[in-house]
């Protein structure tokens, strides 16, 4: 993994994937290790996104380690019309690290292509954000014990999402059981189906959320946005289709645990906040350890 | 034979046979056919007993290129290519899909970084029962053979 950029979910093995979630396991035992100490991580955020941001900023200066960067492309040279590549060529003389996050499609792994340092590919688009792939395979490995064998809902918008097309494709690793809930014009891609079948992994496809969630080990939720739907009725009559409460969760299993990529609206009711099977809170801090994981590895400090 | 009579034969140089009608005219742009300044025959419409209406180009005295091959492929994977000398076939090619292509094949999706910066396309070529699919190396989305467009 050392100085290998990490832009796609399908760059990384299996066991790149434990040594990744093993060494993460070992930050959040001791989160304090100055391993980046004299290293400077440039944080390119080309379009807002609080919450990756501030979790890659936190990772890195638990590491001990410099940040420099943006945190929106106004203001800055992108701004009056400097291309990727020469915002690439001129930071990867600054920083030991990139971490970028980009409207366009693609653009992580051209600047991977023209940078002398490793790229970390924070989301490009609607196509990839490999390190909350893997703070999810780390989280459902902590509470669950083990990637194998799971019962997986997913939830949600799984038309557009790229959160839970590159979890489904991580977790086919694994031996899975897929749930897919959905509004019917929101459902899985056929061409993710098509790669299930191949692999010969068993899913099932429902409208709504019911009982059947009884027999889930996670409950994965993602938003279903009103910019998805072209008619705007259609929208109103599925919102609440989707929202998880806390009454529904009473005869699933002890065990089982609700996970969501934040930020939410109002697809998990707040009154589940209290419920121990409530996760995602805690899924956004495992996102420090794991990330604080990824760049160790990256810059060949573990 | 009624081929020969509708297209004229040429004594030495390609023939690209076989080109399904609906292919013809971005084979005719990939390969430059413009540029050619030797004796260039193009039929169209013509009746195949294997595809429907196919087309067929006659190029005298050049050979194409592997990269103009590929090129060919990835539009018309039936295209066959014969080498003429004397007017007779001295080689006969069927076209073979190539892994990878890259430079004259623009990516369908439009938030791609190849449709902003200047970047050029790389693409994995799918190859699903016959179906062939170009896997964007840079945004990752498939560009299907019916939306194939080509950068010139
Ligand atoms: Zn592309």
Known sequence: MKNKSLISINDYTKEDYFKILDLADDFQKNPNQKLLENHIVASLFFEPSTRTRLSFETAVQRLGGKVIGFSEASNTSVSKGESLKDTILTVNKYADLIVMRHPIEGSARFASEVSDVPIINAGDGSNQHPTQCLLDLYSIRKTQGTLENLNLFLVGDLKYGRTVHSLMTAMSEFNPVFNFVSPPSLRMPQEYKDYLDEKGIKYHEYDDLNDNINNADIIYVTRVQRERFSDPMEYEKVKNAYILKNDMLDNTKPTMRIMHPLPRVNEIDTDVDANPKAYYFEQAENGVYTRMAIMALILGLK | ?152
Request: proline share 3%.
């Open chain 2, 1 to 152: 034979m009624k081929n020969e009579l509708t297209v004229k034969a040429i004594k030495k140089g390609t023939v690209i046979d076989h080109i399904q009608a609906k292919n013809l005219f971005k084979i005719i742009s990939i390969i430059g056919i413009e540029k050619i300044d030797t004796e260039v025959f193009i039929g169209n419409n013509l009746e195949s007993k294997k595809h429907g209406k196919k087309a067929i180009i006659k190029i005298e005295n050049r050979f194409p290129s592997m990269d103009d091959i590929n090129k060919i492929a990835i539009i018309d994977p039936h295209a066959v290519i014969n080498t003429i000398d004397e007017y007779k076939v001295i080689e006969k090619k069927h076209v073979k899909i190539p892994d990878t292509i890259n430079t004259f094949v623009k990516c369908i999706n439009p938030k791609c970084i190849t449709n902003h910066e200047k970047v050029s396309t790389k693409f994995k070529i799918q190859n699903k029962d016959g179906k062939i699919g170009l896997k964007c190396n840079y945004c990752e989305k498939i560009t299907g053979q019916d939306n194939i467009e080509i950068i010139r």
